[in-house]
């Protein structure tokens, strides 16, 4: 039987404590401000990160792990492991996932596999521990890589900036209907399309937008399957423990998760956004 690892980026913000837990490897993302670039969690708390970003007249901006960085994680993995199952957030907001398969074109001691999650967040987290759950009850490269595009297709995920524009200074937002003029009047629910995030609806106001959004979640959860849901959010974890306890009580058969947007999606989307991740828990 094949010894499998799981490396995810920084990006999926799984806790230290569940990596562990689930044998799941991290390699951060980096968030720069000025001259000063910090490795998110390992050099950056996601609390510090919020802070400096209220306290300092400049704002932040992110970059990708190096190549080496991939290389050398790779080595140390094929010390103990015949393959590697690397997660990454979407190849379209990030040049990450290039360069997790650039490191594995140039290393030949160990099997690894690149998959995009074509998303960021809990939602790549879910990847990362469907895939360690998988490894650890023996399940093959092929069986495991089988049910994450199986995932994929069936993973949703809404949320909404309190302010928008820090995704359009970063150039992650997409839709040319969202022109600069019009970016402080509305709070338009975005989503992940072909790997970018584009407006799903345009809404004028954030609590239309959140209502939205759990109507959404309503038509999926009809069915009564069980799904694995997490709500996500930059710095407002009172509200999202309230979302949270709306679903929990609304979906007694699902799974729900606080989750946050750590240092580098929160240059990107700003303090105070909102969303939630959902996937039905047993695709097979
Ligand atoms: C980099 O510098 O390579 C990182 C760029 C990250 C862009 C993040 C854009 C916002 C993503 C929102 C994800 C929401 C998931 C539910």
Redesign the pocket.
Known sequence: MSKIAVLTDS?SYLPKDIRQEHNIEMIP?NVVFGEEEYKEELEITTEQFYEEMKSKDMLP????PSIGLFEETYQRLAQDHDDIIVIT?SSG????YQTAVSAANMTENIDVHVFDSE?????QGFFALAASRMAGEGKSVHEILAYLELMKDNMR?Y?MADDLSH?HR?G?LNGAQLVVGSLLQIKPVLH?ENKV?VPFEKVRTAKRALTRIKDLLDEDAASGEPLDITV?HANRPEKAEEIAGELREKYPTASVYVSY?GP??G???GEGSL?V?WVKANLV
Do not use: D, E, N, Y
């Not at 901006?61 to 990708?64: F, V, Y």
């Not at 907001?93 to 990450?96: D, F």
């Not at 998303?119 to 939602?123: E, L, V």
């Open positions: 990006t993302l901006k992110t970059s990708q957030l907001i990030s040049g990450t998303i960021s967040c809990m939602p995920a949320f995704l970063g992650r992940f995030i996500i947007f580098v999606i240059t990107h989307l969303g991740g």
